[in-house]
């Protein structure tokens, strides 16, 4: 079985500011993807950041980057330069096996943005 | 190209009452994934189906709880006798093999 942990359920940062999010995982897959989701109130999920396991090199987009330490089975969210419109519930997710793109996900972090 | 269409958004049902979920994947997605958010919690994985097939329902609960995706149509997810716990917001994803899922914006069921 595989499992996701984020172990920050509500998390606050000023506009402007860094924040991170915390998520760590566990599977017995040596191949598999993590992924960070945004939930705004509108409850649409929205795909922020992807990071394939066998590659060292961590994932960014834009103001969204990842700290992926494989060896600890960790797998965080950095924020930089926090906008008001980055307020949501995060998720962290987690697919490993072929031949389907089944997620497991955290529980979520709920960040609220200051002004 | 539009994406996950998911109806209706909102469905309010009496205890006892059957919901009926609607999926309709992004065009040329054959794969169908069904997510069930209670509050405060992430989102569970219910059911995997490829047209007319279920390929993994490990997430089902076993009464009450069925899906289908038939050749042609939407993917339907149904609830028999609605209980209160059922209350929850119900997502549907859409793949082709082995990509990226794309979500819909979920069904919020209110049982009362």
Request: hydrophobic share 35%.
């Amino acid at each position: 079985a595989q499992t996701v942990t984020q172990s920050q359920p509500e998390m606050s940062v000023q506009e402007a500011e860094t924040v991170t999010l915390s998520c760590t995982y566990d599977t017995s897959e040596s191949d598999y993807y993590l992924f960070w989701y945004k939930q705004p109130p509108s409850r649409q999920m929205i795909l922020v950041i992807r990071q394939e396991a066998y590659k060292q090199q961590n994932a960014t987009e834009n103001r969204f980057s990842v700290n992926f330490q494989k060896a600890a089975k960790s797998f965080s969210l950095k924020i930089s330069d926090s906008q008001l419109g980055d307020a949501a519930m995060y998720f962290c997710a987690l697919h490993s096996g072929a031949g389907s793109y089944q997620l497991t996900f955290g529980k979520g972090t709920k960040l609220s943005v200051i002004p | 190209n539009a994406g996950v269409m998911q109806n209706p958004r909102h469905l309010v049902r009496r205890r006892g009452q059957e919901a009926r979920l609607r999926c309709s994947p992004m065009k040329g997605h054959s794969h169908v994934y069904w997510y069930r958010q209670l509050p405060e919690e992430g989102l569970k994985f219910m059911v995997y189906l490829q047209k007319e097939n279920i390929i993994d329902e490990s997430g089902m609960p076993k009464e009450r709880f069925s899906a289908e995706f038939p050749k042609e149509g939407p993917s339907i997810l149904r609830i028999q006798q609605v209980v209160r716990g059922d209350s929850a917001a119900y997502f549907c994803a859409s793949s082709m093999r082995n990509t990226e899922a794309f979500f819909g914006q979920g069904t919020r069921l209110t049982v009362v």
